[in-house]
């Protein structure tokens, strides 16, 4: 398993997200802005505020569960993948359900009385999006990413498909069947049927693999003739997978405090913040992608014996993620003279913030490379922890500050968050899993970026910056070049 491997696989999650977020930007972005007034964007956004928690609750981590208890050869992968569907369906209907016959309620509770449908087509796109959580992992896990990315690319295209269908083809060539009170909810049944489609794909899979021979399956490293447990018990999955649950829902929390705040104090404000994000949304694709391939990829590098396992690839992931993190930040930064022009000229002064953001979410990933030593020792209670232990600084921050220092508050606090979740889950990983992990190297990174990017601010010329960031280029192949030639020629040959 080499990290020419993870390259590749990052690259590949990376094409799924970008084309999936382009598709969204070009194609519906503008004209659902058309078609749904300003107060229909409200309701839709008051609705979907909530499918991010209610997702990470109905999943409760499973699929990280699959790559933990499916990777290692002492479990039989297709009955952990089967185990922890069920424990999803549980789910569904443990907290999906019981929101569903109260959906009149919960209507009246959003202050939307007559949005009842829209409530329970939000919640069944909730339930197809969470039963597709452990399918989607198994494709992860079996190195399946073109599939993977074909499937979700789909569900994109059949909802753009969708869209345009109900509400464009719909009212223009077939009017007694468009209900214009309605549109809010063409919108959200076009997500749901593109979800639901997805799921039933999926499902397909997985019937059409699980009736190949059991020699097929790519995961059982047992000896042969030795008989693999079935399944964990249910309370080892529960109790590896509650505190990662915390994580999910602590994460979520943390993403969402700071515009929810500044909407308290100040909306203008809170629109600069959001604007930033957006802009941060460029590096947040890479790191994204990143995780999809990383997080398998480490569980089955593990083997079973984690004392004999080979660490040098962990640290190498870090080195590379280090490397093309910075300088796609440095890109970000030196090119944001252009780059804004992808949000209005009324919300570009919370680009200030910018910088943190993206700092912050280079430390996500840096968390995430960290992280893998408490899922791979079974210690995931440190998890939840060092989770809210972040969280403190990341709810405290823009509650404590935010009416004094604005938009600064909310960034300052998500930086803060993700160092000192970095930081712990060092210290878990130094007591559990030790990897000589490259820091210095890190910080040599950026270093040079912050250079970079300080000389960028003498001048806005294109030139300039292009001179700029292709110094840091030069820079970091210079440094790393022996490393570069030595890790991906070695990957090469070992291939052949």
Known sequence: MSLKKLSGETLVYGLSSILGRLLNFVLVTPFITRVLTEGEFGE????????????????????????????RGDHDPEAVFRQCQRLVWLGVGVVIGPLLFFSEGIAAWLDAPSATTYVRLVLLMVAFDALSAVPLARLRLQQRAWFFVAVNLGNVVLNVLLIYGLLFYLPVYVAEWFDPAFRVGYYLLAMTVAAGFRYCVLVADG?????????????????????APAAPPLRQLFSYSLPLTVVSVAGIANALVGPTVLIGYDEAAAGYFTAALRMAVFL???????????????????????????????????????????????????GLPWLQHFIGADVRPGLVVLPLLLAANLLFGVYSNLSIAYKLTDQTFLGGGIALVGSIFAVGGPLLFTARYGIWAPAVGMLLCFAVMCGLAYLVSRRYFPVRYPFA??????????AACTAGMLSDHLLWRLCLLLFTILAFGWIERPWLLRTFRGAAAGAV
Not at 295 to 317: H, M, N, V
Not at 441 to 450: D, E
Request: proline share 5%.
């Open 207 to 227: 019937f059409l693999r699980t009736s190949e021979k059991p020699a097929a399956a790519p995961l059982d490293r047992l000896p042969t003739g030795t008989p």
């Open 284 to 334: 947040n694709l890479f790191v994204t992608a990143y995780q999809y391939a990383a997080e398998p990829f480490f569980f089955r590098q593990s083997g079973k014996d984690l004392a004999t396992a080979d660490r040098t690839i962990y640290a190498d992931a870090m080195r590379a993620y280090g490397l093309v993190g910075t300088l796609a930040s440095t890109g970000i930064l030196l």
């Open 44 to 71: 839709i956004g008051n609705l979907m505020f909530w499918t991010a928690f209610l997702i990470a609750l109905v999943v409760f981590r499973m699929d990280t569960a699959v790559f933990r208890f499916a990777s």
């Open 441 to 450: 190297r890190l910080l040599l990174y950026a270093v040079i970026a912050a």
